[in-house]
């Protein structure tokens, strides 16, 4: 029977993790003999081993490998399955709408303003992330719907409609020769030896190539663009965390980014489909 319990999963997960019975029993809150007694009767009723056990300690087989990528998507989907199922249950709670910290801004407030003024319209609490976190919070069922950017963010297996289209700028350092200019090129900002671009992580975690600083917050790149280390280019309207150390430059031949409204195509709450029709609304009205 290849019917896997939640708890077994979790019980797997954390010996593949941890690669010690003893420290994933500590982790689990449980003694060691039944976890053990527990794999054992996953590998049997699976027919693979999952691990192998030496005196030096436990390792992932191949099949082990399967089943820890397998089981955290599964375990992930199932946590997702209840946030939402509990949010569902309360007819009162806020819609949650998660976006960058920074990002969209004007976009954000004229769409809370046309929220406001429909009548009976549910309360939007805003998620405040960093880059690239939006996906992640709607497939885990901790936000309802997101602003996002293409071509930017992951939006494989979300709907969305999108709603505004602009241009990108350089920030600089405020003291740097590249302020002083009325517009920049691509070629201009990739290749100042005293200016790298900073470097964001990909979907991964690991990080391109290149000279430029490692960053994951919005406030570490401000300050390190305030001193002078590194430059970015982002959308237009993300200028609304920009620092007066900072100068924004237009980048007249980078590629027109694409602010959207996207929610996962699971969702049937009436609340979702309203706020995606106003927005919509607000912005054709606009165009």
Known sequence: MDDLETRELRYFVAVAEELHFGRAAGRLGIAQPPLSRAIARLE???????????RRGVALTDAGGVLLR???????AVA???????????????????TKAGASHEVLRQLLDAVASEPEAPPIEILLCEVGEQARLLRDGHADVALMHHPY?????????????????????AGHPLASLDRLTLADVQDVPDLPIARWP???????????????????????????RTLLVIPASSRAWQWPEHVAVPVADAPEVTTVIAWPP???????????????GMIMSAT
């Open 153 to 173: 963010d992951d939006l494989a297996g979300f709907d969305s409609e999108d709603l505004y289209v602009e241009g990108q700028v350089a920030i600089v350092p």
């Open 80 to 98: 997702a399955a209840a946030r939402r199922t509990r949010r569902a249950g309360d007819p009162k709670r806020p819609l949650v709408l998660a």
């Open 202 to 228: 990909r979907l991964d975690g690991s990080y391109p190539d290149g000279p430029g600083p490692e960053v994951r917050t919005q406030s570490q790149l401000a300050q390190l663009v305030a001193l002078g």
């Open 266 to 280: 699971s969702s049937r709450s009436l609340a979702v489909a309203s706020l995606v029709g106003v927005a919509a």
């Open 44 to 54: 049997r009723r699976l027919g693979v081993r999952l691990l192998d056990r030496d």
């Open 70 to 76: 397998e089981a955290g998507a599964a375990l992930d």
